[in-house]
């Protein structure tokens, strides 16, 4: 079974590899187009999706960006760059720049992704002829790529719309709101971690990794609507665990389902991998796990990821009926699970290999919900 499944349906990538197909019959110069997102939440830059047909790939690369960068300037003017000379232009000044030297290109164009005004991220143009772009090309490309500026809005406002959909939810639901919003934070991030570590082993590609995070927030929230709070208090002690995590993980299901509807009748890559974390998170892969007992091959890599992510913060977190354990106490109780068979052992090597970075998640304070 593919580890990929239903990953590619309605993704960024797709909607550029088209685009870069479209535009090759007018403009064969461009050998390179690639998207970065910005993220509010952490101010940063984040490599998300690109069709290279000459040259190395840049992804899992991030970089801060504020109002005083380069970068930052065309974010708040909304202008275009153009640098029709590479070679003599840039400097090494930054792990991107070394890269863009290195690579066959002689020109590049990057136009600022808005969204009403607001900044979504940056397209990256680049092509093998120097001074390639000049301004009817860059009109041109413009508008050639203005459907995919259109498809990263629709797929950002979907995913902005179930964040906040998550926020509401665990808010009207829940006493301990800042420790369930903790909890979701630190998830998604020690997902980011895994996630990017095992890349190559299980392909998946930055558009995916940053729909684990943002899934990663979501994974239990069937689990705070007001049906399951309902049905979970003051019957649950009688009513088989299965029975409650099934109801749980439906009405998780039912949620985004019926969000996703109201927002667009497109089915989104994002909405497949995000059903699979909400109903597979609590599997094992030794068929002992729960609702369904799946085995090793039935569940998908996203899932797996975010079981090992919600395992250890369930570990490491104090909580107001448990202490919290150490980092070291909690990787040895996921090495015995890894032994017995239960969670997948690349995912805790991943965290064994990044303890410094999940030390600063471990150790940080409370991230406002975007």
């Known amino acids: 079974m593919s580890h990929r499944r239903n990953l590619s349906r309605g993704s960024i990538n797709d909607e550029l590899k088209r685009a870069h197909h479209a535009i090759s019959p007018h403009a064969p110069e461009i050998v390179r187009i690639s998207v970065s997102l910005f993220d509010a939440q952490h101010v940063r830059l984040n490599t998300f999706a690109h069709s290279t047909l000459e040259g190395e790939p840049l992804v899992r690369y991030s970089a801060p ?12 003017r909304h202008k275009h760059r153009v640098i029709n000379d590479i070679p003599s232009t840039l400097t090494e000044t930054s792990q991107h720049s070394r890269w863009l030297l290195k690579q066959p290109y002689s020109a590049s164009l990057t136009l600022p992704v808005l969204n009403d005004g607001h900044f979504t991220g940056l397209l990256f143009l680049d092509a093998n002829k120097p001074h390639f772009f000049d301004n009817t090309t860059v009109d041109q490309l413009t508008s050639y790529t203005s459907n995919l500026a259109n498809a990263i809005n629709e797929q950002r406002h979907y995913i902005d719309a179930m964040t906040d959909m ?9 006493d301990h709101l800042d420790e369930s919003l903790d909890h ?4 998604g991030q020690y997902a980011r971690l895994i996630a990017q570590h095992v890349a190559d082993l299980y392909e ?28 979970s208090s003051p019957w649950q002690e009688t009513w088989h665990s299965n029975v409650v995590m099934q109801g749980q993980i439906q009405q998780g299901l039912n949620l985004v389902n019926q969000l996703a509807k109201q927002i667009h009748e497109k089915q989104h890559a994002c909405m497949s991998l995000l059903q699979d974390i909400i109903r597979y998170h609590h599997e094992y892969l030794d068929g002992s796990g729960a609702p369904n007992g799946l085995s090793h091959a039935e569940i998908p890599i996203a899932a797996r990821i975010v079981t090992v992510a919600n395992i250890f913060d369930a570990l490491t977190s104090h909580r107001y009926y448990s202490e919290s354990w150490s980092l070291i106490h909690a990787l040895l109780e996921l090495e015995k699970m890894v032994a017995l068979g239960k969670i997948d052992s690349n995912c805790v090597h991943a965290l064994r290999c990044q303890q410094d970075a999940i030390k600063l998640i471990m150790y940080s304070t409370h991230v406002p919900w975007q």
């Open 65 to 76: 960006i504020n109002a005083h960068s380069t970068l930052g300037q065309l974010a708040c």
């Open 166 to 174: 998550g926020y509401t939810v665990r808010s009207t639901n829940f």
């Open 184 to 187: 979701a934070y630190r998830v």
């Open 204 to 231: 998946l590609d930055d558009e995916t990794i940053d729909h684990i995070v943002h899934s990663a927030e979501l994974h239990d929230i069937g689990k705070y609507s007001s049906l399951s709070s309902r049905q």
